[in-house]
């Protein structure tokens, strides 16, 4: 199997439109962190905790109790979504509260929705 790249057997006619794509183009290091962030968006249980955000803020057992699950399986997936940027928290004596971190993540869900139920 060979490594090298397979060339277009056809000489291109549009350089001037590949040539201010790839101007457009944003840096790799920024796609590459895009991808990572739709990567997080790829579990169902982070979508239904951010879903469960949309309402209220909620703490760790509000969370479980409405998906039924663990209180450890809400934390990890929390800290997924914390450690994104997605949701942000905070303290009322021993009790942390979580919530969306801004519009961005309810708008990023809505399209995502919309797209989906085309």
Same mark, same amino acid.
């Given at each position: 199997?060979? @490594? ?8 291109? $006619?549009?350089? @001037? ?14 796609? %590459? ?6 990567? +997080?968006?790829? @579990? /169902? &249980? *982070?979508?239904?905790?951010? %879903? ?5 803020? #909620?703490?760790?057992?509000?969370? $479980?109790?409405? #998906?039924?699950? &663990?209180?450890?399986?809400? /934390? ?9 940027? #997605?949701?942000? %928290? =905070? *303290?009322?004596?021993? &009790?942390?509260? %979580? $919530? #969306? $971190? @801004?519009?961005?993540? =309810? ?8 797209? +989906?139920?085309?």
């Amino acid at each position: 199997m060979s @490594d090298h790249v397979e060339l277009c057997s056809y000489i291109h $006619a549009h350089e @001037d439109v590949v040539k201010a794509v790839s101007e457009q183009m944003p840096e790799e290091e920024l796609l %590459y962190d895009l991808a990572e962030l739709f990567k +997080v968006f790829g @579990d /169902s &249980t *982070r979508i239904k905790i951010l %879903y469960a955000l949309f309402e209220s803020e #909620l703490c760790v057992c509000d969370i $479980a109790q409405l #998906l039924g699950m &663990t209180q450890s399986a809400i /934390s990890h997936q929390l800290r997924v979504l914390k450690q994104n940027h #997605l949701v942000k %928290y =905070r *303290r009322d004596g021993k &009790t942390v509260f %979580y $919530a #969306l $971190a @801004d519009e961005h993540v =309810r708008s990023i869900i809505n399209q995502g929705m919309e797209h +989906v139920e085309e």
